[in-house]
């Protein structure tokens, strides 16, 4: 029986990508909520708002890895993809100060360049 109807969320990440295009989701944290069939995801806002919650429980008080900084490099690329979708779901929406404001995130939170 599939997890969802056992009432247990999916998650899956990216390297599962057979899997979203499959199944309609949506990014929390670093990972993707995955939705049974036929299911909507929820709204740019409700999901703007789970990954804030999200983002604010993590412990980010230090400085941003550079772009050689291997593994802690990797991570924070995650975290600023999670918000490239988010904006890119904003823009697509033509809500461009929504999308410009989560561009910023994804800017904040990403690797040093």
Known sequence: MPCERRGRPLFVDRS??????TFPSYPY?????VLP??????PI??????N?????ALDLDYPRP???DEYPTVIHE????????IADAFASLGRRDDAANAAAVMREIGPRR
């Open 29 to 33: 944290g670093t990972l993707f909520r």
């Open 52 to 56: 804030r919650d999200w983002f604010a």
């Open 66 to 68: 550079g772009p050689d």
């Open 16 to 21: 599962l990508g057979n899997v979203l295009q």
């Open 37 to 42: 069939r036929g299911q909507a995801r929820p």
């Open 78 to 85: 995650a975290y600023a993809e999670t918000w490239r979708i």
């Open 45 to 50: 806002d409700e999901v703007t708002a789970l």
